[in-house]
């Protein structure tokens, strides 16, 4: 009985000693599963500010008086800033900015196109670096016209150099419609400015431990709205009928005041870019 005495005491002995220790110890946080079932709550685009100069543009979206599809118009799926500057002491003058983050070296530009291909004369993408006096031409392509009003991508090709970071690139996309054989060509078309940019170190560690659909809301919440965008219209391409991708797809636009585009297809071009 006395032996059975003395291991209790000790036993106590050595869990009062080491219980503080136990307590102080801080929970490691284990990072979401890959496998894990991606959560179906809204995504929501944080805009970062806006570049203190430059990046004016125009994403379109006009009201169009010609064939196209409800009678819209060419647009670019990003975010737009609008900005007053002061120019004089009682002078104001409102900027629309045109710009978006990415961290890819070949990221992806998305565009609606509300026309049927018989109404398409042509169709051009160009991204310039204006970061000199004499800009520079990066890439210049003819695009595929869509079968049927829909959204596009653009994804710049890996055989030309990477954009590099911190650096403003200028991007143009360019539509010739004519809609009968009486009317002359009209074009329409949308610019902005893209910027890729090094995620921070705590990002750059959650990324490679998250699924694609988990990483939607951290580019979101980040502000990098180009790899959010691209992310998750790659995966609707794959799993179009997919509720929860539908439903994160309908909160991200919103979010980024596309509301209007949110319930148009997408349409995944089968012509390769030349």
């Known amino acids: 009985m006395k032996n059975h005495i003395q291991i209790t005491s000790v036993l106590t002995l050595i869990f009062l000693v080491n219980f503080p220790q136990a307590i102080a110890s801080p929970v490691k946080l284990v990072p979401p599963r890959p496998d894990r079932q991606a959560s179906a709550s809204p995504v929501k685009f944080v805009p970062p500010p806006p570049p203190d100069r430059g990046a004016a543009g125009d994403r379109g979206g006009a009201a169009s008086r010609g064939c196209g599809n409800n009678n819209q118009s060419l647009m670019a799926i990003v975010p737009v800033y609008e900005q007053t500057i002061n120019q004089q ?39 310039k670096d204006e970061s000199q006096k004499s800009s520079k031409t990066i890439y210049k392509t003819t695009v595929a016209s869509p079968p049927t009003p829909g959204i596009i991508n653009i994804r710049l090709p890996s055989n030309i150099p990477p954009l590099q970071t911190e650096k403003m690139y200028r991007w143009f996309f360019k539509l010739k419609v004519k809609c009968d054989t009486q009317q002359t060509e009209q074009l329409q078309y949308a610019e902005g400015w893209i910027q890729r940019m090094k995620p921070n170190s705590s990002l750059a560690e959650l990324l490679p431990q998250t699924t694609p659909q ?23 391409l794959a799993k179009p009928q997919d509720p929860t991708l539908t439903a994160q797809w309908t909160s991200l636009l919103n979010s980024a005041g596309l509301e209007n585009l949110v319930s148009q297809p997408l349409v995944n071009l089968s012509v390769p870019q030349r």
């Open 89 to 127: 002491p009682g002078q104001t003058v409102s900027v629309t900015k045109v710009w978006g983050l990415t961290t890819s070296e070949h990221p992806s530009f998305w565009f609606f196109v509300p026309y049927n291909i018989s109404a398409i004369a042509s169709t051009e993408f160009i991204l």
């Open 214 to 236: 988990q990483q939607i809301g951290l580019y979101a919440e980040n502000g990098i709205w180009y790899d959010a965008l691209s992310t998750l219209a790659e995966l609707r």
